[in-house]
């Protein structure tokens, strides 16, 4: 089965600044990724999704992430955050050819300063 | 897409006792699933509700203490049973709305406390 790993599980950063958040997943197969965000009180939703063609992806408010194959990485980034990105991030993956669940990294806890 | 209600949102319960909690889509969907998410863990599925038979249990989780039923193509329960503080959790009903391995939806979770 695949697994996710997603470090820095709390990332504090004012305004402005760059946001990246690394996500990486163990599967030798073909496999689809997800981002999703939980802003506080909200239900989770889906970020950016890659399915297949180009690796770089872009999401909604600004965020995209790149896909790359040789690191198993698919990690997400935003030039510059506004207060209203706190929220905690979640990266998924699941195997189309394999059992085809998705598999979630614990999640990063992004808190933007003002 | 698919819009999804989840009650209750959240409960304070004594251990034990069971709680039920209810999964309502605006839509007819073919995969439903229940997750919990622990305090400080990444989500994890607990099973697939199936429509007209057994839920499929992941490692881990069996049907004595997660029943789930799944009467129609728009509604799912999930109970937790004879609870513990560790059933504490946030619990997450998702559905795929199309073919399998396309986006998932999410409920916004029942916020389990046991005491």
């Known amino acids: 089965a695949q697994s996710v790993s997603q470090h820095n599980h709390h990332v504090i950063l004012s305004e402005a600044a760059s946001l990246e958040l690394g996500c990486n997943y163990s599967y030798g197969g073909t496999v689809n990724l997800f981002w999703y965000v939980q802003y506080p009180g909200q239900h989770l939703q889906l970020l950016l999704k890659y399915f297949s063609g180009d690796p770089l992806v872009k999401g909604i408010k600004g965020f995209e992430a790149e896909f790359i194959k040789s690191k198993f990485s698919f990690n997400l980034r935003k030039p510059s955050v506004q207060w209203s990105d706190t929220a905690e991030y979640f990266c998924?993956?699941?195997?189309?050819?394999?059992?085809?669940?998705?598999?979630f990294g614990k999640g990063n806890q992004v808190v933007v300063i003002p | 897409s698919a819009v999804i209600s989840q009650k209750p949102s959240r409960d304070i319960c004594q251990r034990g006792t069971s709680l039920t909690i209810q999964c309502q889509v605006d839509s007819q969907v073919t995969m439903m699933f229940w997750y919990r998410q622990q305090p400080g863990q990444s989500l994890t599925l607990i099973a697939t509700?199936?429509?007209?038979?057994?839920?499929?249990?992941e490692s881990g989780f069996v049907i004595d203490k997660f029943p789930i039923s799944r009467p129609n193509l728009t509604f799912s329960t999930l109970t937790v049973s004879n609870m513990s503080p560790e059933d504490s959790s946030i619990y997450l009903c998702?559905?795929?709305?199309?073919?399998?391995?396309?986006?998932?939806?999410f409920g916004q979770g029942t916020r389990l406390t046991v005491v």
């Open positions: 998924a993956v699941n195997a189309p050819r394999g059992n085809n669940r998705l598999a």
């Open positions: 509700a199936n429509q007209g038979s057994e839920a499929t249990y």
């Open positions: 998702s559905v795929e709305v199309d073919r399998v391995g396309t986006e998932a939806f």
